[in-house]
Each structure stands twice: as C-alpha cells, then as structure tokens.
C-alpha cells in the first residue's frame, strides 16, 4: 500500500509541476474519444487529477461505458504492478555516500526539520537517503490535506473499475522513468523548490483548490493554465511535460490500433500545443470531446 501511495503522490507532484494553457476553444470535458485514420474501433483518453476529494472521483457513464467498451486501461505508470512498485522504491533512494542534508546549509536544513515534525510529525533524519522528490510529495500531500479531509486517488478507482472487469493494467512509461526526469533537474534547483514550497504554503494551497474547482467543472482548459501558474518550473517544462507527451503518442497509437483502449493520465498533459489531444490531431486522428 504504501508503494503505491509513493507512486500515486510522484503522479500528483507532476500535475502540480507541469503543464501549460490550452489554446483551442471547445467544448470542456474529461473524456475524449480517439477515431479516425487507421482506427477500427474508437479509444478514449481521459484526464485525471490524480489525487482529489473522494467525493469528487465521480465517473460520469460514459466514462464508465468507455471502460467497459476497452480492452485494456493504460495509467501514466502501472501501479497495479508490484514489480513496478518495488522498481520505484529503490530508484528514490540517494546514491551510496550521498546524503538528503548535503542538498542545504544549516539553517535551510533546521528550517526542513522543524517543518517536517510539526506537520509530518516525523525525523527528518528518516528522509536522509532518499531523494528530494519524496519530501517534495509530502508536502505535495500535506498542503491537499487544507483543501480536502478525505482524499482519493483517481487512478486507484480507475483500477478497481478494470480489476472487476478483469481488465489489463499497463503503464505508458516506467516508474524509474519519472524519478530519471527529476533526477535530471539539478539537485539545487530541487532542493531550492522545496523550500519555497514549504516558505509559500498559501500559495499551493490556493492553487489546489482552484484545480479542485475547474476538475469538478470538467475544465481542462483551467486546469492547464492553473497548472501553468507554477512558474519556477517552467525552463524545465520540456522534459517534465513535452517530451513525455511526446514518447506517450507512438503507444497510444500503437494500442489504439490493435483494439479499444482507455488512456487515463492527468489533465494537464491533455491541453495545448503540444498537448496530447493535439499531437494526436497532427497525426491525422480525429479526437473529440464526450
């Protein structure tokens, strides 16, 4: 359970770090229908949020009469997948000889470890051999915890759907994958970004839950641009967004060719021009909201 939550919190510290504003004007939804081209049968793409109040991990009936119409469902990562789970355990962890606290001076250290027990209540000594991304999870979590008292994780229900249809679960890249785009930011661009985080608590906070509010509107177009507000991270936006939504098309195209398949990953990765609703276009799909 626990691997799963570490995998589940990696996918929300990308929705909070990625993502940029949708351009064309149409109609907003969640669920996109994929056609068209070489297609014998339609695939669907669907926007999640990753972590959201339980109540609001609502799937509309046509979502769900996607699901059942595919042939298998396809997360950013599968985390259905013990192996997998296990992989991404040890790709967190700080190379041997390197440690969490060589990432800050004294005082920046004294700062983590003071915010670390009074809202984790936990010794930041038990965070020292794994990576910033971890930390920066927690904390990710600590500030949804202010907008929501009772989370859910969208694609552990999306999941349970598949499982009791005895559904496939397959990733559309590795969990090593996204720990390796992090590891390629510089330590010190991560670590200043901790900080900020845990300097500027209001501000993620904010932003949660105006992306919990375009979510229940079925707003991409929101989302992405709120999403966009997380401007530090924008010279990294490439590798944390583009470039992955740019591996994700040939397997998306490759399965939606051989049968119906349901793709869920988070909404930010759906808007713009270099959004996957739009790479798809420019391959000759036909890709419409439902």
Known sequence: MLLKKLGTLL????????????????????LWEISGKDLQTPSWLYGTIHIACKEDIQFSSATQDALKKAKSLFLEINMADQQEMQSLQSALM????YSFKNLFNDGEYQQLAKWCQDSLHMDIAALDRFKPLVLF?????QHFNSACSDPAYCEAELMKLAQAQQLPVRGLEKATD????FDSIPDKEEAKMLLESIEQPEKSQQLYRRMLTAYRAQNITDMTKL?????????FKDILLDQRNRNWIPIITGEASKASTFFAVGAGH?????GVIELLRKQGYTVKPI
């Open 11 to 30: 996918l929300c510290s990308f929705s909070l770090l990625t993502a940029k504003a949708q351009q064309p004007k149409e109609k907003s939804s969640l």
């Open 94 to 97: 700080m190379p041997e000889g």
């Open 137 to 141: 999870s927690l904390i990710t979590r």
């Open 178 to 181: 996204q720990v390796a785009i």
């Open 227 to 235: 999403m966009a507000e997380t401007e530090d991270i924008a010279r």
């Open 270 to 274: 759906l808007g713009g021009d270099t």
